[in-house]
């Protein structure tokens, strides 16, 4: 029996919709820990695959072949708003912190050389930021303004404390 084909399933976003609506809405995909357990989800009207494809096919840089669908704010969902077309080095910037390793923030370790933290900021395969502060504080802010100041797509972290 031949599976019964809508139409849909050929366009270059469905299978980024099914991904999204998936990893957003249900419980026993791989990436729901991140996704829908904390709180990001699919906006009611972007949950029909052609309103989907409607608003994310208007949105400035449409490229689904050399470019990737981001939230602008990693912590909002899916919502008409929140999102952009941007190239793999913009959303990797964009990303949040994997809370993997010793280091508490994104760009931000202590260097065992120096002795002190350092701060840093990498983008497009390049270095282009790299200073060393006394305190961990001191080298995400040093961080955090040189994100702003050359308006850069990297998330903005709060210090919380060592």
Same mark, same amino acid.
Not at 62 to 91: A, E, F, H, M
Not at 123 to 151: D, M, W
């Given at each position: 029996?031949?599976?019964?084909?809508?139409?849909?399933?050929?366009?270059?976003?469905?299978?980024?919709?099914?991904?999204?609506?998936?990893?957003?809405?249900?419980?026993?995909?791989?990436?729901?820990?991140?996704?829908?357990?904390?709180?990001?989800?699919?906006s009611p009207?972007?949950?029909?695959?052609?309103?989907?494809?409607?608003?994310?096919?208007?949105?400035?840089?449409?490229?689904?072949?050399? #470019?990737? &669908?981001?939230?602008?704010?990693? =912590?909002?969902?899916?919502?008409?708003? %929140? +999102? !952009?077309?941007?190239?793999?080095?913009?959303?990797?910037?964009?990303?949040?912190?994997?809370?993997?390793?010793?280091?508490?923030?994104?760009?931000?370790?202590?260097?065992?050389?120096?002795?002190?933290?350092?701060?840093r900021v990498?983008?497009?395969? #390049?270095? &282009?930021?790299?200073?060393?502060? =006394?305190?961990?504080?001191?080298?995400? %802010? +040093? !961080?955090?303004?040189?994100?702003?100041?050359?308006?850069?797509?990297?998330?903005?972290?709060?210090?919380?404390?060592?």
């Open positions: 029996m031949t599976k019964q084909r809508y139409g849909n399933e050929l366009h270059p976003l469905y299978s980024r919709w099914l991904t999204t609506t998936q990893r957003c809405t249900n419980p026993n995909h791989a990436s729901y820990k991140n996704y829908g357990a904390r709180g990001i989800t699919l009207e972007l949950r029909s695959f052609v309103n989907y494809r409607d608003y994310v096919s208007s949105l400035p840089n449409y490229d689904p072949i050399n #470019k990737t &669908l981001d939230r602008i704010d990693g =912590n909002q969902g899916y919502i008409k708003g %929140n +999102l !952009r077309w941007v190239d793999t080095s913009t959303q990797i910037a964009n990303q949040r912190f994997s809370g993997k390793g010793f280091n508490k923030y994104t760009g931000v370790n202590w260097s065992v050389t120096h002795q002190r933290w350092v701060a990498n983008f497009k395969g #390049k270095s &282009l930021l790299s200073k060393v502060a =006394n305190t961990q504080e001191e080298a995400l %802010n +040093l !961080r955090n303004q040189f994100i702003i100041s050359n308006n850069l797509p990297h998330t903005i972290q709060t210090y919380t404390g060592e």
